[in-house]
């Protein structure tokens, strides 16, 4: 019999009704598989029954409103599947955008849930090998303390602002971080955020700042910021050890003319192996550091006070005097060290240095290559020194100056035939100031420029008043420093000062001493030379007592050299200084120069300049120093001639 299922159509019914009545479910099994096997999801068996077939076909609506349910539900899931997906793709899209490294760390289980590619990056771990690290192996800190660090960000009790510390990438290099952290809940679960920022360039940024801030920039020494806190600190330890501590102060002799002799590119070379060789003279508990352009500065550690400083003062003296072979130059350093002792000699540290740098210019007065350790004598010179240099500032101001002139005879034909202007300072309450005490202040104030100029002036409307009066014309040396000469504008405010008065400049000599000649001598040999060639007289003073050569002398546009006081003082009674007063007049009289005895008090010293042919004379056999009154008298009288 031909089965009824071929001729079904291919939907599948939900009830499957058999064509052959008769027969019984279980007379016609193979009827009823092959209906099943359609896709008949129930039968009947004739005749029907109709409270079975209520019941079946409710079951049937019931199973079909459940299977409703479910794909319903199905799609909702699927959309939400979709939806959280695409979110989660947003989501790590916006995480690997971010230029912080951004990790995400279950609490409970303390693992690594998520993190973004920069994460990877900061690290150098692949997100493989990163996924099986835990927040302790980067090297934070421990993981109880972060299990109590996350505890206190979740209680709401952690840190609110960023943390800065260090992680270790995957080469065990330790990188600089600033870490924001934020927690959340995710059902049972919570999720500790973490923003990790690579602090690296700030931090060098920082340190470079820190290093400008508090470090030399040539030597790389602490300067004098840095140094006065590593004062003050050594100090309390010094306190606190019951040890002894040296502040020194060092300066070094000259160096301003080695940058002006070969330039400021050696002159930091010489700088930086100075601090090389005071380096090596410490100990590692002493502190060395570069306070000012030439100035350096220790703090020593002893045990001993000024037993052990002195030890260390000859080592840095000593490693000074070792020539500094630069730039095929060789030159010998020299320094001048000033010392105060603490506590004895300052309770703090501005104290203390203020009487290490007395100390030091102390030693400065001394010379060259010297050290001076603090006195509270040292502290009475420098209240007179402040005093000084203020009433010379108001002298300056008011030009309370006084010029008194000696005169100069020729030996030829015994006349007065020149003076010599000389500053005197009527300092009230002070009389006598001698010149050699402040006319060195007025260098260091940087005001013997001023006080020059109006010398210079002064005396040229003296001479002209003189020749206007009938009185004579006397050729006038006034004194130039140092100083004034590596001032550029001198030869301009000489001619000014000329032309103002109506003054030939023959009338005037310029007087200079030996030692000046020999600072900055290019600039020297030009400036002469104008004047030179203004035809304005040059004279070298204290001849003798300098160390210039003959081969400088020969190239310095000079005319007349005078012999120092020191060699006249004894030219009858020391045959050295005759020797030497002989061999400068027949030094300058080989090279067409005339000759000056300076200091002659005596005829019998009179009577050997005249017969070693000296050209003039000045001193107090002819005349001490005089104002402008009993000059004019002097020379009207008939002691103007010396017989």
Known sequence: MRSPVSSRPKRTPPIYRSSCSRLSALDDQSSRLSGLEAGAEEYLNKPVDSAELWLRVRNMLRLKAFGDYLKNHSLILEDQLQQRTIDLERFRTVMDASEDAIFLINRNTMSLIEFNRRACQLLGYTAEELSHKTPAELGETSMEKLEVVYDRIIAGKGPSEPLETQIRDKSGRDVEVEIHRQAYRTGEDWVIVGIVRDITRRKESDQRLLTMAHYDTLTGLPNRDLFFTSLQMGMTQAAISRWKLAALTINLDDFKNINETWGHVLGDEVLLEVSRRLSNCLNASDTLGRVDGDQFAMILML??????????????????????HIEGQSLVMTASIGIALYPEDGEDSRELIRHAYTAMNSARKIGPDNYRFYTPQMNADVSARLDLEAALREAVRNQAFEIVYQPKLDLNNDRICGLEALLRWPRPGHPGVSPAVFVPVLESLGLIGEVGNWVVDSVCAQIAR???????????????????????????????ALEKHNVAPHWLEVELTESSLMENTAHTIATLGALRASRVSISIDDFGTGYSSLAYLRRFPIDKLKIDIAFIREVTSNPQDAAIARAIIELAHSLDLLVIAEGVETPEQLAFLRENHCDQIQGYLISKPLPLDELETFLRSPESRVG
């Open 303 to 324: 045990r001993d006070g000024q037993a052990g400083t002195r030890q260390t003062l000859e080592r840095i003296r000593n490693a000074l005097r070792v020539p500094f």
């Open 466 to 496: 003189w020749q206007r009066s009938g009185l004579g014309s006397f050729q006038v040396a006034v004194n130039i420093s140092g100083q004034q000469i590596s001032n550029s504008s001198l030869v301009a405010d000489i001619r000014q």
